[in-house]
């Protein structure tokens, strides 16, 4: 099998854009887009959002039951906030979708603790080690998905493991670069197994569900040999396995990585040379991200 580098994209917040991929248009009147386009006075919002309506088909859709009425009124209450947040983020990106997600009853506190699971984490010393590329010429639209370097959007559940997301998007994409093939690497092979820690920060160890970092997922990969592809170690959503890692099959490996600067024009010469980065940022907003 060909071994190449792989460019790693470092900052420092946190965020997998995966934990919202059940989210598709199928036409579900709960999936569409629910906010107003037009600016709509506070008090009139719960009203024109058709909130309590909106709630009605959000605990059908995801089998949501609550303890008690109290539990359910509050619940109401969050999701109609929530709908008045995804209505202000439209507005701030008509290019986006934002809307109602299975996460809608969810503070954004309750989203970040409960879903994001990446460890604390800064820029590392070296950051700016990797080559600074020439930025002349930039295409002003360049998007990976369309030349099949990038799988289908994915779920990570409940269980806090963005990081193996993001790490096994961008080796999926370095793959297919150098081989040609587009794989879909398994999550749940990191989230079983590795257990590597960032020697820069004391503590920081990958722990499944409980957060990682991509940089010691790397470490891991390097160390072991690569990954499975996903359908021969599928993704559980829970860290309550052993670790059952096969050698045999190992379907991609890593030779090397690096930090890239980052700086915006670094990251757009990166991503056109050396195809998709590994990217996590951190806003709770995305809990409401549709498309």
């Not at 959000?58 to 999701?79: I, M, N, P, W």
């Not at 202000?88 to 996460?103: E, M, N, Y």
């Not at 920081?204 to 990969?221: I, P, R, V």
């Amino acid at each position: 099998m060909d071994r190449f580098s792989l460019l790693f994209l470092l900052l420092s917040s946190v965020v997998a854009s995966a934990v919202v991929s059940d989210v598709n248009s199928d036409g579900d009147p709960l999936i569409r887009q629910v906010v107003s386009d037009g600016a709509v006075e506070e008090d009139s919002d719960d009203h024109l959002l058709n909130a309590e309506h909106h709630f009605t088909l959000f605990k059908s859709k995801y089998g949501k039951t609550y303890a008690s009425q109290e539990e359910h009124d509050y619940r109401l209450g969050v999701f109609k906030a929530n709908l008045r947040r995804a209505k202000r983020h439209q507005l701030l990106d008509p290019s986006a979708v934002h809307g109602v997600t299975k996460f809608s009853d969810l503070t954004p506190s309750e989203f970040r603790r409960q879903y994001l699971g990446l460890k604390p984490l800064k820029l590392p010393a070296d950051a700016q080690k990797a080559p600074i590329l020439p930025t002349d010429n930039l295409p002003d639209d360049f998007d990976w998905r369309d030349h099949g370097a990038v799988t289908g959007v994915k779920d990570q559940g409940s269980c806090g493991s963005c990081w193996s997301f993001s790490a096994t998007g961008a080796l999926e994409g370095a793959h297919y670069l150098a081989t040609g093939e587009l794989v879909s690497l398994s999550e749940q092979q990191l989230v079983d197994c590795d257990h590597e820690c960032d020697p820069q920060q004391y503590g920081a160890c990958d722990s499944g569900c409980n957060g990682g970092l991509m940089t010691s997922a790397f470490e891991y990969t390097l160390k072991v040999g690569g990954l499975e592809r996903e359908k021969d170690y599928p993704y559980t959503g829970n860290d309550r396995g052993p670790c059952k890692f096969d050698k045999t099959k190992i379907a991609a490996s890593v030779s090397n990585f690096s930090v890239i600067s980052v700086d915006e024009d670094q990251i757009a010469a990166n991503l056109v040379k050396h195809g998709p980065l590994a990217d996590i940022y951190g806003r709770s907003f995305m809990s409401l991200y549709l498309l």
